[in-house]
C-alpha cells in the first residue's frame, strides 16, 4: 500500500466554521507532512510531524492547528479562517531522514479549501 | 526557469520529442534533489531523484542532470506523450536529518498530439 488518503476531497467552510482535513498513511512511514498549495504556485511547508511530535512549524497562524494522533494519522483543525486561506490542503509522508531513501515525499490528492 | 508573478513557465511539444525542463536552485548546502509530476486535480507524483554526488541519473524515459557549480537541474522526457503533460516541480533539500522539502516555481509541460 503506497497510499496516502486525505479527506474531505472538497471543503467549503465560512469564516466562523470549524472544519478538520484528515490524512492516513499505512507504509510505516514516521514523518508526517501538511502543505499549503495555491494556485499555479509550488506546495509550501506547513507543518512536520517526526514520530508523531511536531517538530517543524513554518510560522503557520494559530487558526490552524495540526494534530497526530498516532503513526497512521494526521488531522489539521480549522478554525476561523479567512478567505485568502482557500487552497490545495496536501499531506505527505516519509521515512524519517537519514533512515533510507531521504526526502522522498509522498503525496495525497489533497482537500481543496475553499472559505467563503 | 523562473517565473515572474503569478505566471507559471510554460514548455509545449509535440508529441513524439524530448523534453528539457529546467530548474535553478539557490541553496548552496542542498544535497538531494527530487522532480515531481503533477497533474490537474491531483497531488505531486515522485518521478525520479538525485544526490549532490552524481551529476546525472536515469529512469524509465527520464534523465535528471545535476550541474552543482551554477546550481542548475534539468529534467529530459524521452519521446514525450499526452500522457506527460503536468506542472513539474523540482525540490531540494539539504539531507541528513532535514525535513524541509522545498519546492522550485514548476513549468507547465503540454504534448500536443
Known amino acids: 500500500d503506497t497510499e496516502v488518503t486525505q479527506t474531505p476531497k472538497h471543503l467549503v467552510m465560512g469564516m466562523t466554521n470549524k472544519k478538520s482535513l484528515k490524512c492516513e498513511q499505512h507504509?510505516?512511514?514516521?514523518?508526517m507532512y501538511w502543505y499549503k498549495q495555491k494556485a499555479k504556485k509550488p506546495p509550501e511547508l506547513m507543518f512536520v510531524?517526526?514520530?508523531?511530535?511536531?517538530?517543524i512549524n513554518e510560522s503557520v497562524p494559530s487558526r490552524f492547528s495540526p494534530e497526530c494522533p498516532n503513526s497512521s494519522l494526521l488531522n489539521l483543525h480549522l478554525h476561523a479562517l479567512q478567505p485568502e486561506d482557500s487552497a490545495l490542503y496536501l499531506c505527505?509522508?516519509?521515512?524519517?531522514?537519514?533512515?533510507?531513501?531521504?526526502?522522498?515525499?509522498?503525496f495525497g490528492e489533497g482537500s481543496r479549501l475553499t472559505v467563503l | 526557469g523562473e517565473s515572474v508573478g503569478l505566471h507559471l513557465p510554460t514548455l509545449s511539444v509535440q508529441e513524439g520529442d524530448n523534453s528539457i525542463i529546467n530548474c535553478a536552485y539557490s541553496?548552496?548546502?542542498?544535497?538531494?534533489f527530487i522532480w515531481y509530476k503533477q497533474e490537474s486535480g491531483k497531488g505531486p507524483q515522485f518521478i525520479i531523484d538525485?544526490?549532490?554526488?552524481?551529476d546525472k541519473r536515469q529512469g524509465q524515459r527520464v534523465t535528471v542532470l545535476l550541474n552543482k557549480t551554477v546550481k542548475h537541474l534539468s529534467l529530459q522526457i524521452a519521446a514525450t506523450q499526452p500522457g506527460d503533460s503536468a506542472v513539474y516541480f523540482c525540490?531540494?533539500?539539504?539531507?541528513?536529518?532535514?525535513?524541509?522539502?522545498?519546492f522550485g516555481k514548476g513549468t507547465l509541460l503540454t504534448v500536443n498530439p
Open positions: 505527505a509522508s516519509s521515512q524519517v531522514p537519514g533512515q533510507g531513501r531521504d526526502g522522498e515525499l509522498f
Open positions: 507504509m510505516g512511514h514516521r514523518a
Open positions: 510531524y517526526s514520530y508523531e511530535k511536531l517538530s
Open positions: 541553496n548552496s548546502a542542498s544535497d538531494y
Open positions: 538525485i544526490r549532490s554526488n552524481m
Open positions: 525540490a531540494e533539500t539539504g539531507g541528513g536529518s532535514n525535513y524541509k522539502l522545498t
